[in-house]
């Protein structure tokens, strides 16, 4: 049966819309301008496009010095270092391209939104993507895992990304460089392992998978509640 492309939008979508309006609801002090994260999550699907070619680049060099695809060494370093860092800096390139000298990025907790944003426009295209490829049974796996993995990177890389342009502000620039360090790479180990776990055609790590992702969604609820409640300004 053929689906229309509404129902794959809805399917593809509707997770998104949850997420965002959860994290837009938490920003309690002063919600920022809805121009400003409607680019930002416009900024999120481009970033789409670095981040595939980042991958078929990295994944070239791989087979290029001759690591076999089936290994735990290819699957590692592909899923680390050539998928999570791929992604996650794409996304990180974006945010700070559309927000770091915004006037109104004048809170700690307004990272937080802005790299949700980014990051779940990056998932919205990507779930789009994979149900018209798959079809719409992928939709329900994808919309309660894949998805609020790319938020919760969201989410720790906005805290880091604020802390970053507080230090800034500061005028301290070296603790500023290290939170923009933070920024991607605390994503990236989350995103990798995930990718990692769910690679491996095993039961074990199939389990570990599955307790992983309960674990960082709630680590990620009981971080963003904390940032949201001792939000500062800048």
């Known amino acids: 049966m053929e689906v229309s ?135 329900p796996i994808r919309g309660l895992a894949a998805i609020p993995l790319h938020a919760i990177c969201g989410m720790f890389m906005g805290h880091s990304y604020g802390m970053a342009k507080y230090f800034e502000k500061c005028g301290d620039y070296s603790r500023s460089r290290a939170a923009l360090r933070t920024s991607l790479v605390v994503p990236m180990l989350i995103h990798g392992f995930y990718d990692f776990c769910a690679s491996i055609d095993s039961e074990m790590m199939g389990y570990i998978w599955l307790i992983f992702v309960v674990v960082v969604d709630i680590l990620a609820i009981r971080a963003v509640k904390r940032y949201a409640e001792s939000d500062l300004p800048m």
């Open 5 to 139: 492309m509404n129902v794959i939008l809805i399917a593809a979508l509707l997770p998104c819309i949850v997420l965002l309006y959860y994290i837009y609801k938490k920003d309690k002090i002063e919600k920022e301008p809805t121009g400003l994260l409607v680019k930002l999550f416009i900024f999120g699907c481009i970033s789409t496009i670095p981040a595939i070619i980042l991958e078929m680049v990295g994944t070239g060099v791989l087979t290029a010095v001759g690591l076999d695809p089936s290994s735990i060494l290819f699957i590692l370093i592909e899923n680390f270092l050539v998928v999570g860092f791929a992604e996650e800096f794409s996304k990180r390139f974006m945010l700070k391209l559309g927000s770091w000298k915004d006037p109104n990025f004048n809170y700690l907790f307004d990272g937080v939104v802005y790299a949700v944003f980014v990051s779940v426009g990056f998932a919205a295209l990507e779930n789009v993507g994979y149900i018209m490829s798959f079809g719409l049974e992928v939709a």
